[in-house]
């Protein structure tokens, strides 16, 4: 059985994360394209990954099931597929820490265009930041 909760966002980390998504997926291509870069650099992805790229049926189905979860709460098919691929890292010797350090390079990546995005509301960007630490 899956050991995992579905978050519980207040009306202003949802808008938040609502808002933090939309920046990614206006540059996601960009994005994705560093952190793919970083990703299949590590040993144990790369054997796990194969030649799969972002364009492949499997990555695209994740898209679509966060942003599900995200704009209609339909959290349960995302969080179940979260679950899945934690396990297979979990297998393929993927570490806590290096995860750690896929998701900090993610907001890293994405953090310069949130700030053009909402640099004048400061409220607004601290709201996308903070509903995506609560995903997170």
């Known amino acids: 059985?899956?050991?995992?909760?579905?978050?519980?966002?207040?009306?202003?980390?949802s808008a938040g994360l609502q808002d933090y998504w939309r920046i990614y997926?206006?540059?996601?291509?960009?994005?994705?394209?560093?952190?793919?870069?970083?990703?299949?650099?590590?040993?144990?992805?790369?054997?796990?990954?194969?030649?799969?790229d972002l364009s492949s049926p499997e990555q695209q189905e994740n898209v679509e099931r966060q942003r599900r979860a995200i704009y209609h709460h339909d959290w349960e098919p995302f969080l179940s597929g979260l679950w899945e691929q934690g396990q297979l890292y979990a297998l393929i010797g993927v570490d806590y820490r290096t995860w750690i350090e896929i998701?900090?390079?993610?907001?890293?990546?994405?953090?310069?265009?949130?700030?053009?995005?909402?640099g004048d509301t400061p409220e607004r960007l601290l709201a996308a930041m903070d509903g995506m630490d609560v995903l997170i």
């Open 1 to 13: 059985m899956a050991n995992y909760k579905t978050p519980t966002l207040s009306a202003r980390e």
């Open 103 to 118: 998701v900090t390079s993610f907001r890293r990546l994405l953090r310069p265009h949130l700030l053009t995005a909402y």
């Open 25 to 52: 997926e206006k540059h996601r291509e960009e994005v994705d394209a560093k952190l793919w870069r970083m990703i299949i650099a590590i040993p144990q992805f790369k054997a796990a990954l194969g030649d799969r």
